[in-house]
Every structure is written in C-alpha cells, then in structure tokens.
C-alpha cells in the first residue's frame, strides 16, 4: 500500500500519461479534421524514434533537439501522404463512413510497409540510448532527467496547442472544421489548407512523442503499436474530435495503467488497456468526456 501512495508512482503515471496525451492528440487532429482512421501513427512514432537514435549515435545530437528533427521529419512523410495518397481519397464523393473504412485499409498498407523496411533498414533487435539519466531526488521523490524532460516537453505542448485552438484564428478553424466541415467551408474557412495543417500537425506530434520516448524505451520496428491501440483508448475515453477531453483521457489512461499494473503485474498491462476500451465502447461509446458523435 506504501508503494501505491509514493511519489515515484505517481510520477510515473503523469509521465506515461503525458506522453498518451501527446500521441493521441495528433491522432484526434487527423482524426477529427480529416476523417481518417490512422492506425500507422504508432508506427510514425517509432520512426521519430529511430531518428532520434540515429541522430544521437552519429552525430550525438540531444534527442530533445533531434525531437524537433523528428517531428519536421514526419510532418514531411504526412505532406507527401496528402498529396500522394489521402487527397484523393478525401475529395472522393460519399458517405463517411466510406472514407474511414478505406483509410483504415490504406493505413493498415501503410504500416505494414513502414515496419517491414524499418525491419530491414534496421534489424528487429531493440535498440536503446542513454541520454539524461542521471537520478535527481525532488521532495522525496527518485526522478531520472529524461523522463523530467519528457513530462515537461509533453505538458508544455499540449497546453501551448490547447491555447492555439481557442486563441489562434487557425485553431479555431480547426475546432470549426471538427465540428462541422460544410458550415466552417460556408464561414469562409479554407478547408483544404486546414486539414493539410492538422496533418502535418499530427504526424509531427507523433515523430516528437517517439523521440521522447527514445530516451526512456527501447526501440524496435514493431514499438509502434501498443502505442497506435493506446491512442484510440485515449481518443474513445475522451470523445471522438474532442481534442481537450483526449489529452485529459491521457492522463487518466496513464494513471489507470500505472497503478494497475502496480497492483497486478506488468504482463497484466494489455489487459487492462484493452478492458477500458472494451468497457467504454460499451457503456459509453462517446467517451467519458464525450458529447454526441461530430457531424459533417
């Protein structure tokens, strides 16, 4: 019981909270503005990662800075999507229902691609770098820079993007294309430029958030998705579009995992993410923070 009331623990859970927070809210961007199901964005996450790695190997460049790297990396790998592969999908007539099911299929393509070259690019042994991992003791509480690092870099962004959307024109757009795309086109917002935005957005959170992990996990080319499966879990607990209930549903997610896996085992840890999303889906299938399904 003494270790469920420490300070490492909650730590713990904060952290693993804000990096869910982090990976989800670039999904819900996608997700809320575009309409697609992307479930090769863990797999965006792992290559943020690698770079990170490889960054810091050759070059010994700081994955805090190489997160950067990683981020535009990826938001060009989701500039060429757009224009190679989504646009048309996209401004295909038909119901929505239509445009999900088939970028569910075209991401599926698309991860298994992406894992299999990074799988040959880079071996399928784990990988792992030591940066930041010096032990600090604040208020009693054992706590290694990185994973400092990584909650402060995580709760620094999602709260900088949460003022984005409710003071910047742009995120206001965004919020108005999430709720309804023909009255936000009929308002004068240029829907094209936007969803290119969020997508770009969201594939460079997802390269961000694996160079952070870089420096607290292992890496490998199949990393990506335990991460993909908790981001739904994240975006389903806080409502499907809303981009503020998921980053608080990250956070409960962290804490909910941390804790029980604390009170069980670590093998225990699929089971309880999957039994919240099973549980949700059931009992409240437009999320705990959710309202009523979005509408375009």
């Given at each position: 019981m003494?270790?469920l009331?420490?300070?490492?623990l909650?730590?713990?859970a904060?952290?693993?909270?804000s990096?869910?927070?982090?990976?989800?809210?670039g999904?819900?961007?996608?997700?809320?503005?575009?309409?697609?199901l992307?479930?090769a964005?863990?797999?965006?996450i792992m290559?943020?990662?690698y770079?990170?790695?490889?960054?810091?190997t050759?070059?010994?460049?700081?994955?805090i800075?190489?997160?950067?790297?990683?981020?535009?990396?990826?938001?060009?790998?989701?500039?060429?999507?757009y224009?190679?592969?989504?646009r048309?999908?996209?401004?295909?007539?038909?119901?929505?229902?239509?445009?999900?099911?088939?970028?569910?299929?075209?991401f599926?393509?698309l991860?298994?691609?992406?894992?299999?070259?990074?799988?040959?690019?880079?071996?399928?042994?784990?990988?792992?770098?030591?940066h930041?991992?010096?032990?600090?003791?604040?208020?009693?509480?054992?706590?290694t820079?990185n994973?400092?690092?990584?909650?402060?870099i995580?709760?620094?962004?999602?709260?900088a993007?949460?003022?984005?959307?409710?003071?910047?024109?742009?995120g206001?757009?965004?919020?108005?294309?999430?709720?309804?795309?023909d009255?936000?086109?009929?308002?004068?917002?240029?829907?094209?430029?936007?969803?290119?935005?969020?997508?770009l957005?969201?594939?460079?959170?997802?390269?961000?958030?694996?160079?952070?992990?870089?420096?607290?996990?292992q890496?490998?080319?199949?990393?990506?998705f335990p991460?993909?499966i908790?981001?739904?879990?994240?975006?389903?607990?806080?409502?499907?579009?809303?981009?503020?209930?998921?980053m608080?549903a990250?956070l409960?997610?962290g804490?909910l995992?941390?804790y029980?896996?604390a009170l069980?085992?670590?093998s225990?840890?699929?089971i309880?993410?999957y039994?919240?999303f099973i549980a949700?889906?059931?009992?409240?299938?437009?999320?705990?923070?959710?309202g009523?399904?979005?509408?375009?």
């Amino acid at each position: 019981m003494d270790a469920l009331l420490s300070g490492d623990l909650l730590f713990a859970a904060l952290m693993v909270g804000s990096v869910y927070a982090l990976v989800a809210l670039g999904l819900n961007l996608i997700y809320g503005t575009l309409r697609l199901l992307n479930i090769a964005h863990g797999d965006l996450i792992m290559l943020g990662a690698y770079a990170s790695f490889w960054l810091f190997t050759l070059v010994g460049l700081s994955p805090i800075i190489g997160a950067g790297v990683a981020a535009i990396g990826c938001a060009g790998l989701g500039a060429a999507a757009y224009y190679a592969l989504l646009r048309r999908q996209i401004e295909q007539p038909g119901p929505i229902e239509k445009l999900e099911a088939n970028s569910l299929l075209l991401f599926f393509g698309l991860s298994v691609i992406i894992q299999n070259m990074a799988s040959l690019a880079f071996t399928a042994s784990p990988r792992a770098i030591a940066h930041l991992d010096q032990i600090y003791q604040i208020a009693g509480v054992s706590i290694t820079a990185n994973r400092l690092a990584t909650l402060v870099i995580a709760v620094v962004i999602c709260v900088a993007l949460t003022a984005f959307l409710r003071l910047n024109i742009y995120g206001l757009a965004i919020k108005a294309l999430i709720q309804n795309r023909d009255a936000a086109a009929i308002s004068g917002v240029n829907v094209e430029r936007v969803r290119l935005m969020s997508l770009l957005a969201g594939f460079g959170l997802a390269g961000l958030a694996g160079a952070l992990l870089s420096m607290t996990e292992q890496i490998s080319p199949f990393m990506g998705f335990p991460f993909t499966i908790a981001a739904f879990v994240v975006i389903i607990l806080g409502g499907l579009g809303n981009l503020t209930g998921g980053m608080i549903a990250g956070l409960l997610l962290g804490v909910l995992e941390t804790y029980g896996v604390a009170l069980t085992s670590p093998s225990y840890r699929s089971i309880l993410v999957y039994g919240v999303f099973i549980a949700v889906l059931l009992y409240r299938p437009q999320g705990l923070l959710g309202g009523k399904r979005i509408s375009r």
